[in-house]
């Protein structure tokens, strides 16, 4: 079982930046490969950004490619999400999730059926 506790989000204006982490409970952190997703009012949850459990291998959708940077530190079982350059249609609240992998493997999905931990959120909210 793995809990996980989202931080960072809050109000920002249009150009901005902001952090979120996430942390996750269990000595077994490593053996997860972790991803953000968000879901904006009155639209379905979409795919952000993923890392692979050695943090080599990273994932992100194309609304946010060179302007987020997911990374990993898995001595202190967090994940953390960079957002740089934020736009109003970046408003969401944001979802940290977990996927198992086989320890002979070092991917991420994207797909948020594949993910069988899920925090509890934190909204972001730009401003134009």
């Known amino acids: 079982q793995v809990q996980l506790v989202e931080s960072g989000g809050g109000l920002v204006q249009a150009g901005g930046s902001l952090r979120l982490s996430c942390a996750a409970s269990?000595?077994?952190?490593?053996?997860?490969?972790m991803a953000w997703f968000r879901q904006a009012p009155g639209k379905e949850r979409e795919f952000v950004a993923a890392?692979?459990?050695?943090?080599?291998?990273?994932y992100y959708a194309d609304s946010v490619k060179g302007r987020f940077t997911i990374s990993r530190d898995n001595a202190k079982n967090t994940v953390y999400l960079q957002m740089n350059s934020l736009k109003p249609e970046d408003t969401a609240v944001y979802y940290c999730?977990?996927?198992?992998?086989?320890?002979?493997?070092?991917?991420?999905?994207?797909?948020?059926?594949?993910?069988?931990?899920w925090g509890q959120g934190t909204q972001v909210t730009v401003s134009s």
């Open positions: 269990g000595r077994t952190f490593s053996s997860y490969a």
């Open positions: 890392i692979s459990r050695s943090g080599v291998r990273t």
């Open positions: 999730a977990a996927d198992h992998i086989p320890f002979s493997s070092d991917y991420a999905s994207s797909r948020d059926n594949e993910y069988d931990y």
